[in-house]
């Protein structure tokens, strides 16, 4: 694999954007991800899409776990799926993601588990997300989570 840069650090003592031989990483969420897989349509399809070409896919581990878990999921898939680049957990994650989904659902919002799981991987690691699935838009607003498309 090629030279990871090291993210800068912010105000708020998480990671800058993430960028891979001078390529910004973007990660996706399970839905965006499903609906590429089935062949749908979509700005985020198309996104994903290129960012497959470009080799600047980071898969967070939740969404590799959801994806698998699917019990059709032909091995093929799940192949391909697994030989995607994964974004690595780091130190005080769980705690993080806890507090983030804690900050959500005191907004009053919906805040699935594995949305916040998938949510803090990207913030910690200043990635972009790519996504169809309109919840994450609150982790959005708690955090400085970049969503795609825009």
């Not at 609906?35 to 497959?52: E, K, P, T």
Request: aromatic residues 6%; neutral net charge; hydrophobic residues 50%.
């Amino acid at each position: 694999m090629g030279h990871f840069a090291i993210p800068a650090s912010r105000s708020d003592g998480f990671a800058a954007t993430f960028t891979l031989n001078g390529h910004e990483m973007i990660a996706v969420d399970t839905s965006s991800l499903i609906a590429y897989l089935a062949g749908d349509s979509g700005g985020d399809v198309i996104r994903l899409d290129r960012a497959m070409a470009d080799r600047n896919l980071l898969l967070p581990p939740p969404v590799i776990s959801e994806i698998l878990s699917a019990p059709k999921l032909a091995p093929d898939v799940a192949e391909r799926i697994l030989a995607l680049p994964r974004i690595e957990i780091v130190d005080g994650y769980w705690e993080r993601a806890g507090k983030l989904r804690a900050t959500v659902l005191a907004m009053r919002c919906k805040a699935r588990f594995a949305d916040a799981l998938i949510a803090q991987a990207c913030l910690d690691h200043g990635l972009l997300i790519i996504v169809r699935d309109r919840d994450f838009r609150h982790f959005a607003a708690a955090a400085d989570l970049v969503i795609l498309p825009r």
